[in-house]
């Protein structure tokens, strides 16, 4: 027989349903502004991915050293290089855990025998399934596609088991072709993605501007574009670094302002993050909820190294805000 003594009193309703002591639980702590922020920004951050160069690549003894399991690397196709010289960093980043993303220029192909054969290469090498599509720098294409619609309609990345395929976008006008030209092409391959039932991301060239950010979102949401973004962000760099890519990449609206505001001379030679950025950002998603912005995509300029002890740094929310709230600094662990 059960000893009864061990056995905790139930109570009956007037229904006879038991009717168990209720739990008293703790009153929530009403949580801080600032504690509301901070969980913002780190979800923001959640899911970002990053690029590296092929040669900076060479410095990294294992990326799964600094590098979460899974995180995507977008390698870009370089001038001068060719499309095969992505295979061996691609197979080593699937073992070292990462998700590798090449990028292919549609008109630096030479032929679709080229193509056909480094896709191949890619899915038996490395499990290739997303890719970055881009047209490609040149004037006169190399070979069959003169964008990256042709590239599309050709049939070999879904022949080569391509999953994703993320374009191209620019919240600061192109150097290569006007604003007019870049919303259209978004329009073409938002509805070819909304046609096919293709996963599309619009992963950004790199600002400093976080209304000219949102006015461009703003812009493609007005135009009926509906694919997500990976807004691309400058890691931890110094000021002349940052300006000498800018330059390069015609990223000159926003950085002309940081140029402005950087006070004496001596501030260019120190590190700029892009706290102020991610903070804005992380707000203005929550704010509007219809935000076609889903994560940050990082230029590794100042190292990758650099960037990703400051990313791991502020998912672990090892960060603290300024007076205004508008940025923050990394706190080191003790």
């Known amino acids: ?92 980043l699937r073992l070292e855990t990462m998700e590798p993303v090449p990028h292919i220029a549609a008109r630096r192909v030479e032929s679709k025998a080229e193509l056909d054969e480094n896709l191949a290469e890619l899915k038996e090498r490395a499990q290739v399934s997303n890719i970055l599509l881009i047209a490609g720098d040149i004037d006169k294409p190399a070979g069959p596609y003169k964008d990256t619609l042709e590239l599309l309609e050709d049939g070999l990345l879904e022949k080569h088991g391509i999953k994703s395929i993320a374009v191209a976008g620019h919240p600061e006008t192109n150097p290569f072709f006007s604003d007019e030209k870049a919303l259209d092409a978004l329009k073409v391959k938002n509805a070819y993605a909304r046609d096919k039932g293709v996963d599309m991301p619009i992963v950004t060239q790199f600002s400093f501007s976080i209304d000219g950010i949102c006015a461009w979102e703003r812009g493609l949401r007005d135009a009926d574009i509906t694919l997500p973004i990976n807004i691309g962000l400058a890691g931890p760099a110094s000021m002349k670094t940052l300006i000498k890519f800018a330059a390069m990449c015609g990223v000159g ?47 590794t300029f100042g190292g990758l190294v650099r960037s990703v002890d400051w990313i791991d740094a502020v998912l672990e929310g090892r960060f603290k805000f300024n007076k205004k709230q508008n940025g923050f600094d990394i706190v080191q662990y003790t």
């Open 1 to 92: 027989m059960k000893n009864l003594a061990n056995i905790q009193s139930v109570e009956t309703d007037h229904r006879g349903a038991d009717r168990r002591p209720e739990v008293e639980t703790a009153p929530a702590i009403p949580r801080t502004q600032t504690e509301i922020l901070e969980d913002r920004v780190v979800d923001f951050m959640e899911g970002f991915s990053i690029e590296i160069a092929p040669q900076a690549a060479g410095k990294i003894a294992n990326f799964g050293d600094h590098l979460p399991a899974g995180s995507r690397v977008y390698l870009p196709w370089l001038p001068g290089a060719r499309l095969s010289d992505a295979l061996s960093l691609s197979a080593r």
């Open 253 to 299: 609206a926003s950085m002309g302002f940081v140029k402005r505001n950087a006070g004496v001379v001596t501030k260019l030679l120190r590190d700029r993050a892009p706290d102020d950025l991610v903070t804005g950002l992380a707000q203005a998603v929550v704010a509007d909820p219809d935000m076609l912005i889903t994560a940050p995509h990082f230029y």
